[in-house]
Nanobody
């Protein structure tokens, strides 16, 4: 069974930064980062293909940067200028419209004001 393991979350003050990692047990060409804020539906925030081409949602554009290391089956999410509205559990998976793998446990990001 394919495993997705997210890490790197934590508690940070507004304006701070965090770098998330997602390690997959197999190579996956197209990947995405999602987040689920308390009481809200899961939101897709960025997609990244095998060549590193990215497409960001408006809520994170200009502040978050996705990247990947295909040799390590790892995708990253550099998050800068974090705001309380970014508080959520962050997940990685394939983009919507592709086969979705079993979700990992996610990593909690909490931004204090």
């Amino acid at each position: 069974q394919v495993q997705l393991v997210e890490s790197g979350g934590g508690l940070v003050q507004a304006g701070g930064s965090l770098r998330l990692s997602c390690v997959t047990s197999v190579s996956i060409t197209d990947m995405a980062w999602y987040r689920r804020a308390p009481g809200k539906q899961r939101e897709l925030i960025v997609t990244i293909n095998s060549a590193g081409r990215t497409n960001y949602g408006d809520s994170v554009k200009g502040r978050f940067t996705a990247s990947r290391d295909n040799a390590k089956n790892t995708v990253y999410l550099q998050m800068n200028n974090l705001q309380p509205g970014d508080t959520a559990v962050y997940y990685c998976n394939a983009p919507y419209g592709r086969y979705l793998y079993p979700w990992g446990q996610g990593t909690q990001v909490t931004v204090s004001s």
